[in-house]
């Protein structure tokens, strides 16, 4: 009788191997561990969420005294930028660079504090794959950016003498999501090479702080030297902050479109080379 119904059974013979050997209640992954990658990614939310007034409002009201010191106490508001009033030039760049800063500052710190703490081996040991640990940390860097981005805006948007009323929508999600992800691949790199939070420290000071600063925030590059420009047109925070300037003002000062080429593929070189080091363990599995 047991010898008929396994060999003959029709419903037992269609059911695959791995159905059949799973034990009753115990869960079988296929393909791609949502669950896992869900738990991670809120956990991430819920750990700079616990601090907001540090990881987010407090960056939106710096960014904001920006705007206030540069149109007020400088006198910026009679001034025009490629047409439009000064004001509503430093806006989007103000919020984007928000953004950039917050979504560096998330990615770069998950690792690394695992190192520090002892506590990396919670990052290791679940079961999920390299590029689902990788999506969690980089999507949760890419909400914090989000929210912030958020908050600025509307701070800036009751803010009286800004205009910062959405022109292109395409454009503000395009390089604001995948800007946030860059400098979160960047973020991930970082925690994945420092050793301590000094080393963390350096990489925001030396290199993030300069390239947002020098992107073209505050000013045109048509006014700069052809070198400058030159030098502008290789960093690749210029094309982040120029886009999701033209989904405000539908005016940039470079080619908008060749803007979201470099972004994807800036976003697919770094995605690869912070895969490859994740899976290979590199200054993080002993």
């Given at each position: 009788m047991n010898d008929q119904s396994q060999n003959g059974d029709p419903v037992a013979t269609s059911m695959p191997l791995s159905a059949i050997r799973s034990e009753p209640g115990v869960p079988?992954?296929?393909?791609?561990?949502?669950?896992?990658?869900?738990?991670?990614?809120?956990?991430?939310?819920?750990?700079?969420?616990?601090?907001?007034?540090?990881?987010?409002?407090?960056p939106?009201?710096?960014?904001?005294?920006?705007?206030?010191?540069?149109?007020?106490?400088?006198?910026?508001?009679?001034?025009?930028v490629l047409g439009v009033p000064f004001a509503d030039f430093i806006a989007p760049g103000l919020i984007v660079m928000g953004m950039l800063n917050a979504s560096f500052a998330n990615s770069s710190f998950s690792l690394l504090v695992g190192k520090i703490q002892g506590t990396l081996i919670d990052y290791l040991m679940p079961p999920i794959s390299t590029g689902e640990l990788l999506f969690a940390l980089v999507a949760s860097s890419v909400t914090r950016a989000c929210m912030l981005g958020f908050a600025?805006?509307?701070?800036?948007?009751?803010?009286?003498?800004?205009?910062?009323?959405?022109?292109?929508?395409?454009?503000?999600?395009?390089?604001?999501?995948?800007?946030?992800?860059?400098?979160?691949?960047?973020?991930?790199?970082?925690?994945?090479?420092?050793?301590?939070?000094?080393?963390?420290?350096?990489?925001?000071?030396?290199?993030?702080?300069?390239?947002?600063?020098?992107?073209?925030t505050f000013y045109s590059?048509?006014?700069?030297?052809?070198?400058?420009?030159?030098?502008?047109?290789?960093?690749?925070?210029?094309?982040?902050?120029?886009?999701?300037?033209?989904?405000?003002?539908?005016?940039?000062?470079?080619?908008?479109?060749?803007?979201?080429?470099?972004?994807?593929?800036?976003n697919l070189l770094l995605g690869a080379v912070t895969y490859r080091l994740l899976r290979t363990g590199w200054k993080i599995k002993a």
């Amino acid at each position: 009788m047991n010898d008929q119904s396994q060999n003959g059974d029709p419903v037992a013979t269609s059911m695959p191997l791995s159905a059949i050997r799973s034990e009753p209640g115990v869960p079988v992954i296929r393909n791609v561990n949502w669950a896992g990658t869900r738990a991670l990614y809120v956990k991430e939310v819920r750990r700079f969420m616990k601090v907001q007034l540090q990881t987010v409002w407090a960056p939106s009201v710096t960014t904001l005294l920006y705007l206030v010191i540069f149109t007020v106490a400088l006198g910026g508001g009679r001034r025009t930028v490629l047409g439009v009033p000064f004001a509503d030039f430093i806006a989007p760049g103000l919020i984007v660079m928000g953004m950039l800063n917050a979504s560096f500052a998330n990615s770069s710190f998950s690792l690394l504090v695992g190192k520090i703490q002892g506590t990396l081996i919670d990052y290791l040991m679940p079961p999920i794959s390299t590029g689902e640990l990788l999506f969690a940390l980089v999507a949760s860097s890419v909400t914090r950016a989000c929210m912030l981005g958020f908050a600025v805006w509307l701070a800036m948007a009751i803010w009286p003498g800004v205009d910062v009323t959405p022109v292109h929508p395409w454009a503000i999600i395009w390089f604001g999501i995948l800007g946030a992800s860059l400098v979160a691949f960047m973020g991930v790199l970082t925690s994945i090479w420092a050793e301590k939070f000094d080393h963390a420290a350096a990489v925001t000071n030396f290199f993030i702080a300069p390239l947002t600063l020098l992107s073209g925030t505050f000013y045109s590059i048509d006014r700069l030297l052809p070198a400058f420009q030159v030098i502008s047109h290789a960093n690749p925070f210029f094309y982040i902050i120029s886009g999701f300037r033209y989904g405000f003002l539908a005016v940039a000062d470079t080619d908008v479109m060749a803007g979201t080429v470099v972004i994807l593929l800036l976003n697919l070189l770094l995605g690869a080379v912070t895969y490859r080091l994740l899976r290979t363990g590199w200054k993080i599995k002993a």
